[in-house]
Every structure is written in C-alpha cells, then in structure tokens.
C-alpha cells in the first residue's frame, strides 16, 4: 500500500503535520482479548488545527490462525482513513 501524502493545512499553510492517535479500553472478545476504542486524526504542529477524526474498535492482538472479526479495525486503517478525509477537506 502507497503512503498517503498529506496536504498543507488549509488555515496556515503549514506542512508539519501528523496523525494523532488516542486509544481507550473498550472491552473484552469472547476469548478475552481486549479491545481498545481508537481514534486517529491528522494535527497541524504549527497552528493546531485538527482534522476529522476515524475511530474504530481495535483488538490489542490477534490469535495466529483465527480471522480478524468484522467489526474490528487496525491501526494502519484508521491511520490511513484520517489522511484521506484530511485531504478530503473544502479546498
């Protein structure tokens, strides 16, 4: 997969930027594997101006030979989500 390049921040130009990533506990699989709710959002370091924020529940680690269940996430997703709706803005 391609990075995402990100554009400049449309109030300051500026092109410091980088995703911010918050994870709080959220529960626990049937198998008792936590799950953590994560929220990513691309941050202008030098206005602080804030883009849109992807959130998604996230396993805190996986079973080798069982699939991902289709309600979680990865971090790389959501990731990549904040970048696109970053670049997605009013321009």
Known sequence: MDEIKLDACPFCGGTKLKVEK???P????????????VSCSVRCNRCYARGP????RVLAYSIRGLPQPSWSATISE??????TMWN???K
């Open 88 to 90: 997605q803005r009013a």
């Open 53 to 56: 924020i992807a959130s998604g």
């Open 78 to 83: 959501l990731n990549e989500q904040a970048k």
């Open 26 to 37: 959220f529960g626990r699989t049937g198998l008792d594997i936590p799950v953590n709710n």
């Open 22 to 24: 918050k994870s709080r």
